[in-house]
């Protein structure tokens, strides 16, 4: 698996590409067609293991409003013994998204998801769908290269969101091996962000960092912090009609204990490394993209969950 995926990116990005298009800007945005914001979308599974990371900005469109599905594959052991089981678990999300500008430094980033999830277990098939929790984020640009002339371009931006507890919680999942089999964490969360992307004629490097910290909710269950890193290398072309962005790059998550009643709970932290590639492709108003993220290294509750792999598409409306 890991030969093939080294081979399909390869092929990828040797293909033929030609100039990309740019913009100017007061402040000028080198990267306001290849940002990509790196939020995790922790709510794409109801968060702790089982972070969506699959990002939370279009590529080519830096103010889009789009929709945008997640498949998330995992296993996890149907028991507490080291000869349970395994059952295979698959989190899927719809989400609507959007980022829009309030000024010349200013975005605000929103996402609405809805999930549907099942697994099967020994007993049988297991099964929950509804609303998610809606994140809100804003970002400003801290600094960024104000003339599209200078040999190397970048931007750095730093952010701040929150997560509403509008999906649902059932504390009844906690006693599974994968507490985050949940439609919602039940809590208020608040993260911090940063991004640095540098670019020098059409390829370019973006690297992220951020922190999600989680609080308990009403049932008295806390998820753990999680903490979020990616570096992504991108390519700019432009051919015939279509602007192509391929991407390929590597992102990893770190998560803390999760608590119950202020107490640590046993098998509930971990981390994990993913490699990544994707593209993004747009024709005038319209995009679409399609990502893909595979585990390189992963340590998730004690090995009691394991991750198979991660895609998504989106289709996107440039405002």
Same mark, same amino acid.
């Given at each position: 698996?890991?030969?093939?995926? $080294? ?71 149907? #028991? ?186 046993? $098998?509930?932290?971990?981390?994990? $490394? ?14 679409? #993209? ?30």
């Amino acid at each position: 698996m890991k030969n093939t995926f $080294l081979i399909l990116v390869l092929s990828f990005l040797m293909g033929k590409t030609a100039e990309a298009h740019t913009e100017k800007d007061s402040i000028y945005y080198p990267f306001r067609n290849y940002s990509m914001f790196f939020g995790d979308d922790c709510d794409a599974c109801g968060c702790s293991a089982n972070g969506g990371s699959m990002g939370f900005s279009s590529m080519l469109n830096n103010n889009f409003v789009g929709i945008r599905y997640i498949h998330q594959s995992y296993k996890s052991r149907d #028991g507490v013994f080291n000869n349970s089981p395994w059952i295979d678990e698959n989190f899927n999300t719809a989400q609507i998204w959007t980022r829009i500008p309030l000024g010349k430094r200013i975005e605000v980033m929103g996402l609405v998801p809805y999930h549907f999830n099942n697994r099967e277990k020994t007993t049988g098939k297991e099964g929950i769908d509804g609303l998610g929790d809606i994140t809100v984020m804003g970002f400003y640009t801290l600094f960024g290269t104000k003339t599209d002339s200078a040999a190397v371009l970048h931007k750095f931006q730093l952010g701040a969101g929150i997560k509403a507890p509008t999906g649902k919680y059932d504390s009844a999942n906690n006693g599974s091996i994968n507490p985050s089999f949940q439609l919602g964490t039940g809590s208020w969360d608040y993260m911090l962000a940063s991004e640095y992307t540098v670019k020098k004629n059409n390829l370019g490097l973006n690297a992220i960092l951020n922190y999600i910290f989680k609080t308990e909710n009403e049932k008295k269950y806390q998820f753990g912090n999680q903490f979020n890193y990616a570096a992504t290398l991108f390519y700019s072309a432009k051919i015939d009609n279509l602007n192509v962005v391929p991407q390929l790059g590597l992102a990893g998550e770190k998560y803390e204990d999760n608590k119950d009643h202020g107490e640590n709970v046993p $098998l509930t932290a971990g981390d994990i $490394l993913f490699g990544k590639m994707g593209v993004e492709v747009g024709f005038k108003k319209l995009s679409l #993209g399609l990502n893909t993220m595979l585990p390189i290294n992963q340590n998730l509750t004690g090995g009691r969950v394991e991750a198979n792999y991660r895609w998504s598409v989106n289709l996107n409306y440039s405002l």
